[in-house]
């Protein structure tokens, strides 16, 4: 049982930091104001989410469930909601409301709202079926599979945290900020436009 939650908290962390498309999913909320880490949060609850909603039917259904047809249909909507959080912010950016967004609070319910949503949507498709679900069908007892769903999810959750709560950090002066965020926008519109091109099962 201890080697479920070792291998599922490395392939968490693992499944955060080596999939770009997370990173360029977290960068443009990241960007726009204080509280990056609440978002990077939030996110990371949703994403676990999906994969635990994927991953109890899987193991309920163990060799029923096709995995790669909801894994494709998850990635397309995901690589979607991307691009739409890119537009999102090039349109923030571009209309220069940084004195009207001081004066609100730092996350608002839309931000909450637009993290848990595009979280779970890449946890419904995806890498996450790779290193999140498939390993825990490979053990032999369901107690270990649900430890290691666990521990997959809890280090997923901490480890977006971190990376949105980095971001934050660097896009805290203005002068960061003014370049880091249609930057960040551009990338996330490239990475949901390449990842809607390439072949399903991809990323996550």
Same mark, same amino acid.
């Given at each position: ?9 490395? $392939?968490? %962390? =693992? ?6 498309? &997370?990173? !360029?999913?977290?960068?443009?909320? /990241? *960007? ?48 979607? $909601?991307? %691009? =739409? ?6 349109? &923030?950016? !571009?209309?220069?409301?940084?004195? /009207? *967004? ?48 666990? $521990? ?11 990376? !949105? ?5 660097? *896009? ?33």
């Amino acid at each position: 049982m201890l080697d479920a939650l070792l291998i599922g908290s490395l $392939a968490g %962390i =693992l499944h955060v930091v080596a999939g770009p498309d &997370h990173l !360029a999913a977290i960068a443009p909320l /990241a *960007s726009r104001r204080s509280g990056a880490w609440i978002r990077g949060f939030v996110w990371g609850v949703g994403h676990t989410s999906g994969v635990w909603a994927v991953g109890c039917v899987a193991l309920l259904m163990q060799g029923l469930l096709p995995l790669q047809l909801v894994s494709s249909l998850g990635e397309r909507l995901a690589a979607g $909601a991307l %691009i =739409l959080v890119g537009l999102r912010t090039l349109v &923030h950016w !571009a209309r220069r409301d940084e004195a /009207a *967004s001081a004066l609100r609070p730092p996350t608002t319910r839309v931000d909450v709202q637009l993290a848990s949503g595009f979280g779970i949507l890449h946890g419904l498709g995806g890498s996450s079926h790779y290193l999140g679900i498939l390993p825990a069908l490979g053990f032999s007892d369901p107690i270990s599979a649900c430890l290691y769903l666990a $521990a997959f999810g809890c280090s997923t959750i901490g480890a977006m945290t971190a990376c !949105a709560f980095v971001m934050g950090l660097l *896009s805290r002066p203005a002068g960061t900020r003014a370049w880091l965020a249609p930057i960040a926008g551009c990338v996330a519109i490239v990475v949901g436009v390449l990842w809607l091109a390439g072949p399903p099962a991809r990323g996550g």
